[in-house]
T-cell receptor, first 114, second 114 residues
């Protein structure tokens, strides 16, 4: 069975500080990986997706970057946090095949920027 | 411009009652539509996916319809339980491939009271 894990569960950071959020998928090789962001009370937005190691495509940047250093790992980061980065970050994966493939979501990371 | 509109924004029902959630969208092309359940501060869990014109699906107490001509979907929940308290999110995919863009609604917050 596949599992998706996000870390940390929650984070409180200062404006201007760096950030690194992680996501790992176990039990599935070559998944498509996605990062989503949800402002408090807002709508989910897709930020990045990746179909293979080392390749990341940006959908909405929000002064964030993403990397995929390993097949099962997806990292979201920034060197300088903004207040507007606060919210809920979700990682998801889908099978690397066609069709209306379902995306499976992780438990999320709650980020508060002060 | 919001491409997926959900109504009502929030809904309170008594345990055991039925309820209907609405989703209207303008996404083009509209390859498929999926309903998710999101418990507070948690990830998304897929309830059902609709693909074809006039699709109808059933998953336990959840049933859904899709009218692609009207770009409209409904989610019916029968005999609600306290555990149904959550946000229900309508998501429209614009492509059949796993790399298609997902367009999220803001969700309907359902509260089930005893």
């Amino acid at each position: 069975a596949q599992t998706i894990h996000q870390w940390p569960v929650a984070e409180i950071k200062a404006v201007g500080s760096p950030l690194s959020l992680g996501c790992t998928i176990k039990g599935k090789s070559s998944p498509n990986l996605y990062w989503y962001w949800q402002a408090t009370g807002g709508t989910l937005q897709q930020l990045f997706y990746s179909i293979t190691v080392g390749q990341v495509e940006s959908v909405v940047q929000l002064n964030l970057s993403a990397s995929r250093p390993k097949d099962d790992q997806f990292i979201l980061s920034t060197e300088k946090l903004l207040l507007s980065h606060s919210g809920f970050y979700l990682c998801a994966w889908s099978p690397g095949t066609g069709g209306y493939a379902e995306q499976f979501f992780g438990p999320g990371t709650r980020l508060t920027v002060l | 411009k919001t491409q997926v509109e959900q109504s009502p924004q929030s809904l309170v029902v008594r345990q055991g009652e039925n309820c209907v959630l609405q989703c209207n969208y303008s996404v083009t092309p509209d390859n498929h539509l999926r309903w998710f359940k999101q418990d507070t501060g948690k990830g998304l869990v897929s309830l059902t996916v609709l693909v074809h014109e006039n699709d109808k699906t059933s998953n336990g107490r959840y049933s859904a319809t899709l009218d692609k001509d009207a770009k409209h979907s409904t989610l019916h929940i029968t005999a609600t339980l306290l555990d149904d308290t959550a946000t229900y999110i309508c998501v429209v995919g614009d492509r059949g491939s796993a790399l298609g863009r997902l367009h999220f609604g803001a969700g309907t917050q359902l509260i089930v009271i005893p």
